[in-house]
């Protein structure tokens, strides 16, 4: 047996036991390597799931489909496209999403209102009304000043 196809084995059993496997296999200029197949996809478990990554050079599984999620035996394949390009978005989502939950208890009828008890702000804030509030802080650069 040639060493080739002995790896294409053993990545072929390694794939049928994943829950999940995301290929990112790519060569710039060249077509993605095919190296989960058709038969790989068929020993997977219903509702495993593949994200090709690289979809858009033709899929490192030979099932994938790019820009569309394929269903192929209860396995779901999915094939992005240009992922990079999404991600700000949500980044800049969940960024936006977190600084308004940790702004709500503070704005209770519309003014900001610290309550400075609170661990939360008390942790989150450097500087207010020119005092140092972070205790760490304060600690680090009244250190320095002797």
């Not at 290929?23 to 790989?40: E, K, Y």
């Not at 996809?41 to 099932?63: H, P, T």
């Amino acid at each position: 047996m040639r060493l080739q196809n002995k790896q294409q084995e053993v990545l072929d059993a390694r794939i049928a036991a994943s829950d999940a496997v995301i290929s990112t296999a790519s060569v710039p200029g060249r077509a993605a390597p095919r190296i989960i197949s058709r038969a790989a996809v068929a020993r997977m478990k219903a509702g495993s799931v593949i994200v090709d990554i690289a979809a858009e050079q033709g899929g490192n599984c030979e099932l994938t489909k790019a820009g569309e999620t394929v269903l192929e035996g209860g396995v779901k394949i999915v094939g992005p496209l240009n992922l990079p390009a999404s991600l700000p978005y949500h980044a800049s989502e969940m960024y936006a999403r977190n600084l308004f939950n940790f702004l709500k208890p503070a704005l209770p009828k519309g003014a900001l209102v610290i309550d400075w008890s609170d661990e939360v702000f008390a942790g989150a804030v450097l500087t207010h009304e020119g005092e140092i509030k972070h205790e760490a802080t304060r600690t680090a650069v009244e250190g320095q000043r002797t």
